[in-house]
C-alpha cells in the first residue's frame, strides 16, 4: 500500500540525511564529502550541508585523509563518531541482569553482568537492581554519551507491561526503571537474534537454549516480530502430543525435551532429535534455510547438530534443492543484551533527524 | 536500513501519482479533485495533473458528483475506472485449472474452471491447456482490457521453475505459456490468502485443504513469502514422529492426518486434533491470531473447529491473554486463481507510472 502523506521537501531532506548517514556507517574506510555526493547522487553543495549536520550532532567526525597523488593537498575523511555516542543495551533473565553500552560502530564500551537466580524475586526490587546496574554501566561507559536504550525481556510484553514471563513466574508486571531512564522493550529472543546477524547472514532463525527456549527470526536483516512482537515461541511447538507437561500447562512441548534443564537430565541427543523435529517445521512454515544454535546450545553444538540435521533433511520439503544450514551464534549468553544495546544504534543511524531535534531515548 | 538512492524528483512524483490513484480507489464514493488534493496534501494544480495522467491510462474515470448546496455547480468525481482495465488470474492445481478476470475495483468479471485431474499429465500439455483457457477467458471479459497476469501453482518454485509439486508429480518444469503470456508466478497458498484480505482482516493465517495442505500467511496486509516465497508448508509439519509415511518421502506429517484423502477415510475429528496441533505450533511461531479454514475445511468448518479450538487453546502460549479466533474463508477453492487476478491489480494500483510507461504484464 501507498503511504498516506505525500513526500514533502522534509522527508526528503531527512531521508538524505539518513542516506548520508548510511554511507559512512557502511563504508570501510573514511569518505571525503566529494565521495559522500558522488555515492549518493546529491550535489556537493547538499552533500556538504548534510555533513555539517552529522558532525554538529556529533553522529561522525572528520579525520585526516592521506594527501591524494593528485592534488597534493591534504584532504579530510567523514567517519562515525566511535567512542562518541552510545547505546545501552539492558537485559532481565532468569539467572541473570546485564548491562550493555556499545558505540556507534556497535563497538563494546562497557558489559555488566550480574549473576543470580531472579525466579521469585519481587519484580520491583530487581527493576530496582537494574536500574542501579544500568546507572553504573552508563557512567563506566563515559566519555561515551549514550542516547538512549534498550530493555530485552524473556517474556510476552504488551506496552510497558510484561504480560507472562513463565520461566520468571512473573505476570502482568509494569516495567518502569524510574526518572531518565525509559528504555524500549522487547523479547530478548528478538534483540539476541538481531546481534546475529552479519552482512553474510540476513536471513536466518536464532534458537536460544536457555531455562526455556528463545527464538528470533531474521528476513532480509529485519527482526520478524509477528503482530504483537509474541513471534517465535518454538518452545511451545509440541513434539509429542500426550507428552510430559510443560511449565506453560500444555503436554508435549520442545521445552520438556530440549530446555537447559531437560537437557542436564536426559541429554543432548533426544534434545537433538526434539530439536530438529521442531526446527524442521519452522523451516517449512518460515521458509528460511539457515538455524543459529545460541545460548547454552552454542557450547554443546557438536553433540546436537548430528541429530537437528538427520531430522531436516528428512522434514523439511525442499531439503533435497537447497541443503538447511546450521551454524554456531557468536555472542553465546551475551546475544540479547548486545542486540538490545545495537538496536538503539541502529534506530540512531537511521533515523539521525530525530536524535537532532528531540534526543530520542 | 536506508535506501542506497537520494530521494529524487522524479520518484516524488511517481509516489505522488500512486498517492492520488490510491486515495480514489480506497474512497467510498467519487472524489472531487479538491478533495483529492486536501486529503494528499498537495496543491490543487499538483492533483490536478496527476488526475489528467490517471485519466488518460484508462485507470480512472470521471462521473457526475450531485450539484453542492453552496455553490449550485455541477461537480466532477473521480472513480476507479470499473470495467475498465484489469487482471487475469489463473490456476494450475491438482484437480482443476482455472482462469478469472477482475477490473481495477477487485470485482469478478469472468470465471472459468476446467474440472479435471492433471496428476501425472504431461506438463507441456497442461500448459497448452491452460493457455488455451486464459485466452478465452481474456476474450469473454471484452471490453475489459487485461493488463497483466498471475499463476497460482501447487509447489515451490525458483524463477520460473516449478521445482517441485509433490501432489502434481512434478519436478522441474518450465513455466512458459507462449507469446504475450508471461504470467507472474507464484505459490497458489500465497495468492489464495490474498484472496482473504479485507479491510477489517489483515493479519493471518489462511489454511487450505485439498489432496495437499496449503498455507498463505498474511501480516498487515502482506503475503509473508520467506526467502524464496516457499513459506507456508504446512501439510508438513510433523504431527507424530513415526507416523505414517507422507508423499514427500518424511514420517507423520499433518498431510497424512488432515489432508482431503485423510479425511475422507479418517473422518474429521482425527484432522481436526491434528491441524489443531499444527495450527498452534505456527500461531507460536508467527505471532498472528487468526486462522481462516479455506478450501474443503471450508465446508467442513462445523466438524473441524471444536477440535482446532480444544487444541488452540491448550498449546498456544498467549491463548490466556488473547483467544485465538477460527473463522470461515470467503472464497472457497476459488480464492487462489482470484488472489493471483487481484494482485495484478494490487501491483497496477500500487505503481501506476510501470503501466503508463511499459504496459506491464
Same mark, same amino acid.
Given at each position: 500500500?501507498?503511504?498516506?502523506?505525500?513526500?514533502?521537501?522534509?522527508?526528503?531532506?531527512?531521508?538524505?540525511?539518513?542516506?548520508?548517514?548510511?554511507?559512512?556507517?557502511?563504508?570501510?574506510?573514511?569518505?571525503?564529502? *566529494?565521495?559522500?555526493?558522488?555515492?549518493?547522487?546529491?550535489?556537493?553543495?547538499?552533500?556538504?550541508?548534510?555533513?555539517?549536520?552529522?558532525?554538529?550532532?556529533?553522529?561522525?567526525?572528520?579525520?585526516?585523509?592521506?594527501?591524494?597523488?593528485?592534488?597534493?593537498?591534504?584532504?579530510?575523511?567523514?567517519?562515525?563518531?566511535?567512542?562518541?555516542?552510545?547505546?545501552?543495551?539492558?537485559?532481565?533473565?532468569?539467572?541473570?541482569?546485564?548491562?550493555?553500552?556499545?558505540?556507534?560502530?556497535? $563497538?563494546?564500551?562497557?558489559?555488566?553482568?550480574?549473576?543470580?537466580?531472579?525466579?521469585?524475586?519481587?519484580?520491583?526490587?530487581?527493576?530496582?537492581?537494574?536500574?542501579?546496574?544500568?546507572?553504573? @554501566?552508563?557512567? %563506566?561507559?563515559?566519555?561515551?554519551?549514550?542516547? #538512549?536504550? $534498550?530493555? *530485552?525481556?524473556?517474556?510476552?510484553?504488551?506496552?510497558?507491561?510484561?504480560?507472562?514471563?513463565?520461566?520468571?513466574?512473573?505476570?502482568?508486571?509494569?516495567?518502569? =526503571?524510574?526518572?531518565?531512564?525509559?528504555? %524500549?522493550?522487547?523479547?530478548?529472543?528478538?534483540?539476541?537474534?538481531?546481534?546475529?546477524?552479519?552482512?553474510?547472514?540476513?536471513?536466518?532463525?536464532?534458537?536460544?537454549?536457555?531455562?526455556?527456549?528463545?527464538?528470533?527470526?531474521?528476513?532480509?536483516?529485519?527482526?520478524?516480530? #509477528? @503482530?504483537?512482537?509474541?513471534?517465535?515461541?518454538?518452545?511451545?511447538?509440541?513434539?509429542?502430543?500426550? #507428552?510430559?507437561?510443560?511449565?506453560?500447562?500444555?503436554?508435549?512441548? =520442545?521445552?520438556?525435551?530440549? #530446555?537447559?534443564?531437560?537437557?542436564?537430565?536426559?541429554?543432548?541427543?533426544?534434545?537433538?532429535?526434539?530439536?530438529?523435529?521442531?526446527?524442521?517445521?519452522?523451516?517449512?512454515?518460515?521458509?528460511?534455510?539457515?538455524?543459529? =544454535?545460541?545460548?547454552?546450545?552454542?557450547?554443546?553444538?557438536?553433540?546436537?547438530?548430528?541429530?537437528?540435521?538427520?531430522?531436516?533433511?528428512?522434514?523439511?520439503?525442499?531439503?533435497?534443492?537447497? $541443503?538447511?544450514?546450521?551454524?554456531?551464534?557468536?555472542?553465546?549468553?551475551?546475544?540479547?543484551?548486545?542486540?538490545?544495546?545495537?538496536?538503539?544504534?541502529?534506530?540512531?543511524?537511521?533515523?539521525?533527524?530525530?536524535?537532532?531535534?528531540?534526543?530520542?531515548?
Amino acid at each position: 500500500m501507498t503511504d498516506a502523506k505525500p513526500a514533502r521537501q522534509r522527508s526528503l531532506r531527512d531521508h538524505n540525511l539518513a542516506l548520508a548517514l548510511g554511507l559512512v556507517s557502511t563504508a570501510s574506510s573514511p569518505l571525503s564529502r *566529494a565521495r559522500i555526493a558522488a555515492l549518493s547522487g546529491l550535489t556537493r553543495a547538499t552533500a556538504s550541508a548534510l555533513v555539517e549536520e552529522l558532525l554538529e550532532a556529533g553522529l561522525v567526525c572528520e579525520v585526516a585523509l592521506p594527501r591524494t597523488a593528485r592534488s597534493g593537498r591534504p584532504a579530510t575523511g567523514i567517519a562515525l563518531s566511535a567512542g562518541g555516542l552510545g547505546g545501552l543495551g539492558l537485559e532481565i533473565n532468569v539467572d541473570y541482569l546485564a548491562a550493555t553500552v556499545v558505540d556507534l560502530t556497535g $563497538a563494546v564500551v562497557e558489559q555488566v553482568v550480574a549473576e543470580g537466580d531472579q525466579r521469585g524475586r519481587d519484580p520491583v526490587e530487581v527493576l530496582a537492581a537494574l536500574r542501579s546496574l544500568a546507572l553504573a @554501566t552508563q557512567k %563506566a561507559a563515559r566519555p561515551v554519551r549514550v542516547v #538512549g536504550a $534498550a530493555l *530485552a525481556l524473556p517474556g510476552l510484553l504488551r506496552d510497558r507491561r510484561l504480560l507472562l514471563a513463565p520461566n520468571l513466574g512473573w505476570r502482568d508486571v509494569d516495567i518502569r =526503571l524510574g526518572r531518565g531512564l525509559e528504555p %524500549a522493550l522487547d523479547n530478548e529472543a528478538n534483540y539476541a537474534a538481531l546481534a546475529e546477524v552479519t552482512t553474510v547472514r540476513q536471513s536466518f532463525v536464532h534458537v536460544s537454549g536457555e531455562i526455556g527456549i528463545g527464538m528470533g527470526i531474521v528476513v532480509a536483516g529485519n527482526v520478524y516480530r #509477528g @503482530t504483537r512482537g509474541w513471534s517465535g515461541e518454538i518452545g511451545h511447538l509440541t513434539v509429542e502430543h500426550d #507428552g510430559p507437561r510443560c511449565s506453560c500447562g500444555a503436554r508435549g512441548c =520442545l521445552e520438556v525435551f530440549a #530446555g537447559q534443564e531437560a537437557i542436564a537430565r536426559h541429554g543432548a541427543e533426544r534434545a537433538g532429535t526434539a530439536l530438529g523435529t521442531a526446527l524442521a517445521g519452522v523451516l517449512n512454515v518460515l521458509d528460511l534455510n539457515t538455524v543459529v =544454535l545460541g545460548g547454552c546450545y552454542a557450547g554443546m553444538a557438536s553433540a546436537l547438530i548430528p541429530a537437528i540435521q538427520h531430522e531436516l533433511r528428512d522434514r523439511v520439503l525442499w531439503a533435497g534443492l537447497e $541443503a538447511p544450514v546450521v551454524e554456531v551464534a557468536v555472542h553465546g549468553r551475551s546475544a540479547a543484551v548486545l542486540g538490545a544495546a545495537r538496536s538503539v544504534v541502529t534506530r540512531v543511524l537511521s533515523s539521525p533527524r530525530d536524535l537532532i531535534v528531540t534526543g530520542f531515548r
